[in-house]
Nanobody
Framework: QVQLMESGGGLVQPGGSLRLSCAAS????????MNWYRQAIGKERELVAT????????GYADSVKGRFTISRDNAKNTVYLQMNSLKPEDTAVYYC?????????WGQGTQVSVSS
């Protein structure tokens, strides 16, 4: 069955870095657009970063542009989110999402907390 397994979350100080990973299985990963979303307490889920199936194109929310980098390794069925210069407002549960037409898959999420 389809699985998206996020990892790499944790507690980090402001200005620090984390690298999230999302390992996919059960579908043709290389055919899917991959996204990272996040949801903070009391807020709606928001799109953070997106990458096309080939990895040639990426997009970012204005709030993370220049600090976060999305990448993927289709040989490993894995998408990454490198997060640098983290701020307290980046605190949220981060979700991996795979999308292709009517197919839309979600991971369970990983908590990222930025605090001193």
């Amino acid at each position: 069955q389809v699985q998206l397994m996020e990892s790499g979350g944790g507690l980090v100080q402001p200005g620090g870095s984390l690298r999230l990973s999302c390992a996919a299985s059960g579908f043709t990963f290389s055919s899917y657009l991959m996204n990272w979303y996040r949801q903070a307490i009391g807020k709606e889920r928001e799109l953070v970063a997106t990458i096309t199936n080939t990895g040639r194109s990426t997009g970012y929310a204005d709030s993370v542009k220049g600090r976060f980098t999305i990448s993927r390794d289709n040989a490993k069925n894995t998408v990454y989110l490198q997060m640098n210069s983290l701020k307290p407002e980046d605190t949220a549960v981060y979700y991996c999402n795979a999308r292709r037409g009517k197919y839309d898959y979600w991971g369970q999420g990983t908590q990222v907390s930025v605090s001193s």
